[in-house]
């Protein structure tokens, strides 16, 4: 097995000619832990555990070279769309759209993409919701699966393109 023989490129310096500590994601790691909660109440049988089924993360974050970040936004990859997205209706929502940012002091500032989102999403009928830090975001997911489920009226319209699965 041949190890990889590139050299390592420096570590960027600050003013004083220390080397810069590698940057945290802190939001990353709040959202794992996260995951882990939403699977730990999946797994007792609470009532915020279905959520963890119906859960899935919008992976539009980190930062990707210009050719990667084109072909993804040519994919449908968006500005804001929201970390998480937990697709069961509940309280007269279609789902709920969830952004989350770390725990104060570490989060970020809600990007103008982001509130735009949110909105729009508010528009459609989801409800959309942005949490700081993850006891807020356990608080809102546990919120939004304690309402009822929302009730369909009327039949489904049939959508006769596509493929049977």
Known sequence: MALNTKPRKPRARTASGKPRKKPVDWEGQEQTRLMLWLRGEFNRGTAIGP???????????????????????????????????????????????????????????????????????????????????????KQVIGEYMAAPMTATLGDKEIIVAGTDW
């Open 51 to 137: 959520a963890h089924e119906h859960t899935y993360a919008v992976p539009n974050g980190g930062s990707r070279h210009g050719l990667e970040a084109a072909k993804m936004k040519a994919q449908g990859v968006r500005s804001g769309v929201s970390d998480l997205v937990i697709a069961i209706p509940r309280g007269g929502y279609h789902g709920l759209y969830l952004e989350l940012k770390a725990t104060p002091p570490r989060d970020a500032d809600l990007a103008e993409s982001q509130r735009v989102w949110l909105e729009r999403m508010l528009a459609a009928g989801y409800c959309a919701k942005l949490a700081l830090g993850i006891e807020q975001a």
